[in-house]
């Protein structure tokens, strides 16, 4: 297969290019920084199955550029969207509207961008997979900004799952829940159930492989917030404050 991953230079990104080279498909990386995307094909032995790709994903015209210019080389059949970032509010009652911009210009609009850059040249049987996040399920503190990106880009993916049936291109949303990955070693507050970066891209591909539409891990993690969600609203706004900053 010829897979296409952004948000490849780190984290979960990274590990679904290491795990996938030692599949021997081809991968192509793509990231915002010529230096990392060196160093993952440093840590790939040079893999002749790697190729990299540059741009950022908040660079609307580098982005249709670069995806573009990529698959006039490669038939994708896998693309994996995975590019994000995570800032939290801090204080509320003057929070910076600009945090909320660039939450949303890379996990909103930087989805968008590649989805548009890659959708056209996407041929019947080929697969779109977008990483939203388990914090959209529930109104988590601090996270206005990085829950309604995820809540957002992830109602966007599935509308598009039933308006590309009829091109017979399947749309898969992922929302995985606590992982280990520099974005979450950079929290203050404990996170239940995380998993690391293998048992997280174990589960993606297998996912992925078996065709179905939403991957959600740890499954537990994802009951108990779609639970809590259904509890009365002073419950859960108790629930939520008690994930203070340690
Ligand atoms: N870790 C978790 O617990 C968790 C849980 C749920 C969902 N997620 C989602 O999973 C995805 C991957 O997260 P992660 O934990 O692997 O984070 P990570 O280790 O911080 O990796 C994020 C990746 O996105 C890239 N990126 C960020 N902004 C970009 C931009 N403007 N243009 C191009 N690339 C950009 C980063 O590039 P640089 O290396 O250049 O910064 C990096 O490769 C994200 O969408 C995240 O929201 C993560």
């Excluded at 990299?52 to 990529?70: N, P, S």
């Excluded at 945090?99 to 930087?110: E, I, K, S």
């Excluded at 995985?176 to 507050?189: E, L, Y």
């Excluded at 690391?196 to 740890?218: C, L, N, R, W, Y």
Aim: charged share 25%; proline share 3%.
């Amino acid at each position: 297969m010829n897979i296409l991953i952004t948000g490849a230079t780190s984290g979960i990104g990274k590990q679904l290019v290491l795990d996938y080279l030692a599949d021997g498909h081809h991968v192509i990386a793509c990231g915002r920084s010529q230096d990392k995307l060196d160093s993952l094909a440093a840590e790939a032995k040079a893999d002749e199955h790697l190729s990299t790709c540059i741009f950022d994903v908040t660079d609307r015209e580098q982005t249709l550029e670069a995806l573009q210019a990529c698959q006039e080389q490669n038939n994708l059949d896998c693309v994996i969207l995975s590019a994000g970032v995570c800032e939290y509010i801090d204080d509320a009652k003057h929070f910076e509207p600009e945090l909320v911009d660039r939450v949303f210009a890379a996990n909103f609009f930087g989805v968008v961008n590649s989805i548009a850059g890659v959708l056209p040249r996407m041929k019947r049987g080929s697969k779109l997979v977008v990483v939203d996040s388990m914090a959209r399920m529930f109104q988590f503190t601090r996270a206005e900004a990085y829950g309604a990106s995820k809540a957002a880009i992830h109602y966007f993916a599935g509308s598009l799952r039933t308006d590309l049936i009829k091109e017979g291109i399947q749309v898969i949303t992922v929302s995985p829940g606590f992982v280990k990955t520099p974005m979450t070693d950079a929290n203050d507050f404990e996170m239940p159930m995380r998993v690391t970066v293998e048992q997280a891209s174990a589960a993606i591909k297998k996912g992925i492989d078996k065709g179905k539409p939403h991957i959600a891990f740890p499954r537990i993690f994802g009951f108990i917030l779609a639970f809590l969600q259904r509890l009365p609203y002073r419950v859960q706004i108790a629930l939520s404050k008690r994930m203070k900053q340690s």
